[in-house]
């Protein structure tokens, strides 16, 4: 291969580059954002944002939930969108939930395409950003109002910083070496602000910059100043401005819960279950981001064989992080992204490896193949397939049935005398029911089947339901629905009021 010289493009074709991978990025994050329900985790988060906008500071819980992070990006994505103002009126929905994220993934095609430079030019920023934009796994979870995206952005400028500041040795990066020192600061302390397991991407990449880098004078000079700008990132965040320092001294408890977490608490699996779900699952189709893992391979090679030492080191940072989320026997599908990250940068050098024309041409109809198939990928995974459990990035998601229900009791309420009673009978409250009848004043929510029926509505989980129920339930109609593909619901409603609905749906077909 040639030498580690880097590989440049024009100005001109680096705007159309990065233009048309957002262009693609936007357009897959941002269509339809309530094309279907809050998955559980969503719902709860967005509980917690509206007690945000309505106290004003964040309030931390160490025992679950994550930190503050994506609920002060959220508020400032409703303030631009100009939904600020109005949400106590007009209440948030999916879409407003899910804005923040979106955006913060297009934010990260853009950082990988900076990552992908830095290591082999400006013609690094094709393979890397179209890619990144494309990936069915990126596009899935900026969609979903959970802290993923948020650790991913944060995850790219720690990852920067580090990589430059423990980098080249030459004078003008030396001048500069505190900065690079400052911005991996403040991409660890917004990894930290996100979510608590930043400390195993941390670790990750400590040891690859020792094992690539090693630990020279300069950086034992000005390593304090990215620890401090770090601390200082994330205790502004928890503490909301220096005003609250009670979560601050939370955010560091809660790992000694984190510790008895990661031995599963019902999301135990098998050490090769991102293996699975990222290279070969089979769901209806065949689901698979290898193309990805192939061409970032072949950047990782090249590395070694170029000395190019940024992606040596993102190379083994993926590799170790990825070894260590394996090893922890707790495992939700989005967890892995900060270690996938890295592997679109590397994918990067695919273009420089080789100078000849017809070479570079064979490749790009490669990466365009591969672009393709991962396109295809991302519109069904958000699409028709969004909540089917056969696309492995639909993890315990809400079923599309729970808006059947939803309009059901929305054609209730027209018919009801008054406001209808609603029971929830399900120990972990039908999430993410809570969210939905958040605006309802008579709802009651309990862990059992109730002995008699107490309300016009009763909505149970079947895995609450006795065997045998009392008369008095035969006053009831059941429907059954889907919270989720494994648990479905069952709503007992009153006859009387059934018997209406279908009247009224009798007059408008005539």
């Not at 100009?82 to 095609?109: C, F, K, N, Q, T």
């Not at 990894?191 to 690859?208: D, G, N, P, Q």
């Not at 502004?236 to 005003?243: K, L, N, T, V």
């Not at 990928?377 to 729970?402: E, V």
Request: neutral net charge; proline residues 5%.
């Amino acid at each position: 291969m040639p030498s580690a010289s880097k590989e440049h493009i024009s100005p001109i074709a680096l705007g159309v580059v990065c233009l048309i991978a957002l262009a693609l990025a936007a357009f897959l994050r941002l269509n339809d954002l309530d094309r279907y329900p809050l998955h559980a985790d969503e719902a709860v988060q967005g509980i917690k944002l509206e007690e945000f906008l309505d106290k004003g500071t964040f309030d931390y819980d160490p025992t679950e939930f994550h930190g503050p992070l994506p609920h002060y990006l959220a508020k400032a994505a409703l303030s631009a969108n100009g939904r600020l103002s109005d949400w106590e009126s007009i209440p948030l929905d999916e879409s407003d939930l899910r804005l923040a994220p979106a955006l913060a993934g297009i934010v990260v095609v853009l950082l990988v395409g900076w990552l992908a430079v830095v290591a082999w030019g400006t013609a690094g920023a094709l393979p890397a950003m179209l890619l990144a934009a494309v990936s069915p796994s990126l596009v899935y979870y900026s969609r979903d109002y959970i802290a993923e995206m948020f650790f991913v952005a944060g995850t790219c400028l720690f990852l920067m910083g580090t990589a430059r500041f423990f980098g080249d040795r030459g004078k003008r990066d030396r001048d500069i070496l505190w900065l690079w020192a400052a911005g991996s600061g403040v991409g660890a302390g917004l990894m930290h602000a996100a979510k608590e397991t930043c400390v195993l991407s941390f670790a990750a990449a400590a040891i690859a910059a020792l094992i690539v880098y090693g630990f020279g004078k300069a950086q034992r000079k000005f390593l304090w100043v990215g620890l401090v700008t770090a601390v200082l990132t994330s205790v502004a965040i928890y503490s909301d401005g220096f005003r609250n320092w009670s979560d601050v001294a939370e955010s560091l408890a809660t790992y000694l819960r984190y510790l008895n977490r990661a031995e599963g608490e019902g999301h135990q699996h098998p050490w090769w279950f991102y293996a699975q779900r990222y290279s070969w699952f089979r769901g209806g189709y065949l689901w698979t981001e290898i193309g990805v893992f192939l061409l970032g391979l072949i950047g990782f090679i090249a590395s070694w064989v170029r000395g190019v030492k940024i992606g040596r080191f993102l190379g083994l940072y993926a590799i170790l992080l990825f070894a260590i989320y394996c090893v922890i026997p707790y495992k939700t599908p989005w967890s892995i992204l900060p270690a996938l990250i890295a592997w679109f940068p590397l994918a990067g050098g695919l273009l420089t490896i080789h100078k000849g024309t017809a070479q570079r041409a064979i490749w790009l109809i490669v990466l365009l193949g591969v672009a393709l198939h991962l396109f295809v990928q991302a519109n069904r995974a958000t699409g028709r397939m969004a909540t089917d459990p056969r696309n492995p990035y639909s993890y315990a998601h809400t079923s599309t049935q729970l808006s059947q229900l939803l309009d059901l009791i929305t054609e209730i309420d027209t018919i009801a005398p008054g406001p209808i009673d609603l029971v929830i009978a399900d120990p972990w409250m039908a999430w993410p029911l809570p969210w939905y009848f958040r605006n309802r004043a008579n709802v009651r929510y309990r862990t059992d089947f109730p002995t008699e029926p107490t309300a016009s509505l009763t909505i149970a989980a079947a895995t609450v339901l006795p065997e045998k129920t009392h008369p008095s339930w035969e006053a009831l109609h059941p429907k059954l629905y889907g919270l989720r593909a494994d648990l479905p619901l069952v709503a007992y409603i009153d006859k009387t009021l059934w018997t209406e609905l279908l009247k009224r749906k009798e007059k408008a077909r005539e």
